[in-house]
C-alpha cells in the first residue's frame, strides 16, 4: 500500500469521524485541507485525464451533498440524507485541497523547465 493510498484512506476516515456529532475534531477542515494538499502533492495525477476526475469530483461531491440534504421525498433519503450530507461535504473539502495542489503542480510544471 503506498502513500497516496493511505493518504485518500485517512482523509475518508477524518472524513467519516468528523461527521459524527459525538466525536469533536477542532480544526476538521484545516485537517482535512492539508491531508489533501499532501495527497495531491504526493499523488501521480501526471496525465491529463487524472487531473480532470480531480478538478469534475472537487464540483460534482458538493452539488451531490446538498442534493441529498435537500431531497425529504423518500423517506429513507430524508433520515439518511443529512449525514451523508456531512460526509460527502467533508471528503468535498478533501477533494478540493487535492485539486489546487494539483492544479498548482501542473502550473509549476509548464513555467519552469525540467
Known amino acids: ?5 493511505i493518504l485518500l484512506a485517512l482523509l475518508i476516515v477524518v472524513a467519516i469521524l468528523a461527521s459524527i456529532p459525538q466525536i469533536s475534531i477542532p480544526m476538521v477542515g484545516l485537517i482535512l485541507v492539508v491531508l489533501g494538499l499532501i495527497n495531491g ?4 495525477y501526471g496525465n491529463a485525464t487524472d487531473r480532470i476526475v480531480i478538478y469534475v469530483a472537487a ?6 451533498a446538498g442534493s441529498l ?3 425529504n421525498a423518500i423517506p429513507v433519503v430524508g433520515v439518511v440524507g443529512p449525514w451523508v ?3 460527502l461535504g467533508h471528503l468535498a473539502t478533501g477533494i478540493q485541497g487535492m485539486a489546487v495542489s494539483i492544479l498548482v503542480l ?9
Open 69 to 71: 440534504d435537500a431531497f
Open 85 to 87: 450530507h456531512q460526509v
Open 106 to 114: 501542473a502550473v509549476y510544471g509548464r513555467i519552469v523547465p525540467r
Open 1 to 5: 500500500m503506498n502513500s497516496e493510498r
Open 59 to 64: 464540483i460534482a461531491v458538493p452539488t451531490f
Open 41 to 44: 502533492a504526493l499523488g501521480n
